[in-house]
């Protein structure tokens, strides 16, 4: 079946650096990938949406210029976290679909992010 | 708008127990229904889905009906196992699967 993969799993950094975290689908196209946020023991919440070639599409109160999204090709989604802080802290999750958004979205396995 | 509400957790059971999460949502039109699975430190998991009124999503023992008329979508399973413990949401996308709105999730625990 289709496979998303996300990378780095785990990632310790100091506070003020920025991060990056790579969202590939693996066998398949994906011409939106979704990036979420994961608080712990609550749900995912969206932050943006993004189409293969243009600019993500952001939720309410998500800041634009804290989380780069970039989706340069039809296999691979990047999120910088930029000048993390310890609130930026949480567990992120990216989903890809295909055809128009006429498959479900499948997930990666996230990234626990931690700014000491 | 859309939203999805799931019962809290968390749910603590027996092996062999009978489990029931249940889901209702709110939405415009006519969504698709999934319930996810997350198990420690991954990501989620299709479990299973549905993608018009009356089906049943079904798989590894669960399974759940779309339920027009009340607006719900719950999980069961008729013996749960060790295994089986894990996060379950529960989520509805509109029809093109571009969005999702995603339930708080339930935890579950299996004791053996």
């Known amino acids: 079946g289709a496979v998303v993969s996300q990378h780095p799993s785990w990632v310790i950094c100091k506070s003020g650096t920025s991060v990056k975290i790579e969202c590939r689908s693996l066998?398949?196209?994906?011409?939106?990938m979704f990036w979420y946020r994961q608080f712990p023991k609550q749900s995912l919440m969206l932050m943006a949406t993004s189409n293969e070639g243009s600019k993500a599409t952001y939720e309410q109160g998500v800041e634009k210029d804290k989380f780069l999204i970039n989706h340069a090709s039809l296999t691979l989604s990047t999120l910088t976290v930029t000048s993390a802080h310890p609130e930026d802290s949480s567990f992120y999750i990216c989903s890809a679909t295909s055809m128009e958004g006429r498959m479900p979205q499948h997930f990666g396995d996230g990234t626990r992010l931690s700014i000491l | 708008g859309d939203s999805v509400t799931q019962m809290e957790g968390p749910v603590t059971l027996s092996e062999e127990a009978f489990l029931t999460i249940n889901c209702t949502y709110t939405a415009t039109g006519y969504p698709s229904l999934f319930w996810y699975v997350q198990y420690p430190g991954e990501g989620l998991q299709l479990l299973l889905k549905?993608?018009?009124?009356?089906d049943k999503g079904s798989n590894k023992g669960f399974e759940a009906t779309y339920r027009k008329e009340t607006t719900s979508f719950h999980l069961e399973k008729g013996s749960v196992q060790v295994s089986d413990s894990a996060v379950y949401f529960c989520a509805l996308s509109p029809g093109n699967f571009n969005k999702f709105y995603f339930g708080s999730g339930t935890k579950l625990n299996v004791k053996p």
């Open positions: 066998d398949f196209q994906a011409t939106t």
């Open positions: 549905a993608t018009k009124a009356d």
